[in-house]
């Protein structure tokens, strides 16, 4: 059975709701969660997730990919090919 479009507006929109407001309950016991095990972190946990993190921002181990989107060796990679097709279709 198909909702007509503006009942189902209305149920979506409640839907939406009822996620807003379970969020928004959910919101501070995670936020607790979350800093009860920040406080039981070791130093040593500590120092592994602050890596980690750091670790994210690191440029990868082929440096060129990091300063190119490879839209140029792309292109000439298919130049190469279409060259390639048209020597072999003659």
């Not at 009942?7 to 979350?34: D, K």
């Not at 130093?43 to 990868?60: F, G, I, T």
């Not at 440096?63 to 292109?75: D, I, N, Y």
């Amino acid at each position: 059975m198909e909702l007509p479009k503006n009942e189902l507006q209305v149920w979506n929109r409640r839907v939406e709701t009822l996620c807003v407001q379970r969020w928004r309950a959910a919101g501070p016991a995670l936020a607790a969660v979350r800093a009860e095990e920040l406080r039981a972190m070791t130093d040593a946990e500590a120092l592994v997730a602050a890596d980690s993190l750091l670790a994210l921002a690191e440029p990868p181990r082929n440096a060129a990919r990091w300063w190119t989107s490879g839209l140029v060796e792309q292109q000439r990679l298919f130049q190469r090919l279409r060259g390639a097709r048209g020597r072999r279709a003659r």
